[in-house]
Structure formats: structure tokens, C-alpha cells
């Protein structure tokens, strides 16, 4: 993700015995430190094809200063996602809400150090 605006990644996702590939569209709000994403996914195995969209919502919460941390901008927050495959058309098989735990793995040439407002 840049500082600012729109940006696009990979993610990997293991729920219910399956493996989801996909991509994250999301967008950097920096006077908010928060992150706003669109989640999509597909996997395929013999029998069907089963796809995953959702959105997340996350926030910066501190600077950590561990010397394993490249950058040390913490990630949390929530993602809702709906869970299909071909089997059923158009019906949702599950939906799930899940807690967001990560962290800005890049530091780019930002120096700026976003700070958390409650």
C-alpha cells in the first residue's frame, strides 16, 4: 500500500479445508490511519470451483520496534466475506466475519509514521 490512496496485493486465505489465492483492492485513508479493502478469490478442485468476496476494514495501531519488524506499522481490524462455489449458483454457502492481524511488510521512501486517533 502507498502512504495514500488505492493500491493492490495478494493475499492467502485457509478456511474449512480450502485454500484461497486472490487479490486485495484497497484504499489508504493516512488522517485516519485505516485501510478499506475488497477481497477476491477463487480455487478450483476436481469438482468445483469455490470463490471467496468480502471487504476489510483495518486501522494502524502503534509503532513496533522489535528488530524483526521491517517497518513496524501494526494491522487491525475486520473482514466479511461470503463464501460460493459453482455447485450452488447464485446461493451463499457461508459468511463469516474474521479479525485482520498484520503489518506494513515495505517501508517504502515514506518516513511518515501514521499516528492513531481514537
Do not use: C
Not at 493500491?7 to 479445508?17: I, K, R, T
Not at 484497497?26 to 478469490?41: I, K, N, Y
Amino acid at each position: 500500500m502507498p502512504s495514500a490512496g488505492g493500491g493492490l496485493g495478494a493475499f492467502v486465505l485457509f478456511s474449512h479445508g480450502e485454500i484461497y489465492v486472490g487479490l486485495i483492492a484497497a484504499v489508504a485513508d493516512p488522517t485516519h490511519v485505516s485501510l478499506d479493502g475488497v477481497l477476491q478469490s477463487s480455487t478450483s478442485t476436481s469438482a468445483l470451483t469455490n470463490k471467496l468476496n468480502g471487504t476489510m476494514h483495518a486501522r494502524a495501531l502503534h509503532n513496533n520496534t522489535s528488530p524483526f519488524n521491517s517497518v513496524g506499522v501494526q494491522l487491525r481490524g475486520h473482514a466479511m466475506l461470503d463464501f460460493e462455489n459453482t455447485a450452488m449458483p447464485d446461493a451463499v454457502l457461508r459468511i463469516e466475519t474474521m479479525r485482520v492481524l498484520g503489518f506494513k511488510q515495505t517501508g517504502g521512501s515514506s518516513s511518515a509514521t501514521p499516528t492513531p486517533t481514537p
